[in-house]
């Protein structure tokens, strides 16, 4: 309706690929302008002297948070030199979360949006294995007392991404912090312009 409507003049999005392009279509087809901002990685660099503690806390938190179902969502934690030494330290602040239904006490994160997405997601988890990655902490189906139907996926901790790997190029929008690691912050800010 946005897309089509006389007094619309523009149309703003974001979100996935194959939706943006068709806003992106049918939006300059009736006259409007259009921006569409689509497939997002966002990546957090962590150096090795940054304060272990509170970096921790806000990757899990920006990787985790709305079971990483946002625009924001970091999906992507680049450590550099040293830093790699805390990937089981990551493992271990997002094993800590509490996934359940939304609307229970205690919950870190809720279900994905559907079912669809659940599959989706795994899929990319799946394919990130064939491709060489390393699941360090598996949130593929999560038992949740009182929900056994739910759209649930845990906190899920991906290591050895390559910039090649599916899991890397798409964007994931789910409980999946992707990890790369390499030497120097040059190089981090290097995989993150690519």
Known sequence: ALCTHPEVKAVSFVGSCH???????????????????????????????????QSLNALVGAGFGAAGQRCMATSVAVLVGAAKDWIPDIVEK?????????????????????????????????????????????????????????????????????????VYRTEVFGPVLQVVTVDTLDEAIAVINA
């Open 19 to 53: 939706v943006g392009e068709h806003v992106y279509k049918l939006a300059s087809e009736h006259g409007k302008r259009a921006q569409c901002m689509m497939g997002a990685k966002n990546h957090a660099v962590i150096m090795p002297d940054a304060s272990k503690e």
């Open 94 to 166: 997002a094993r800590s979360l509490q996934v359940n239904a939304g609307t229970e006490a205690g919950a870190d994160l809720g279900p994905v949006i559907s079912a669809q997405a659940k599959q989706r997601i795994e899929s990319l988890i799946d394919k990130s294995v064939k491709e060489g990655a390393k699941v360090e902490l598996d949130g593929r189906n999560p038992k949740i007392p009182g929900y056994p139907k739910g759209n649930f996926i845990a906190p899920t901790v991906i290591s050895g991404v390559k910039p090649e790997h599916e």
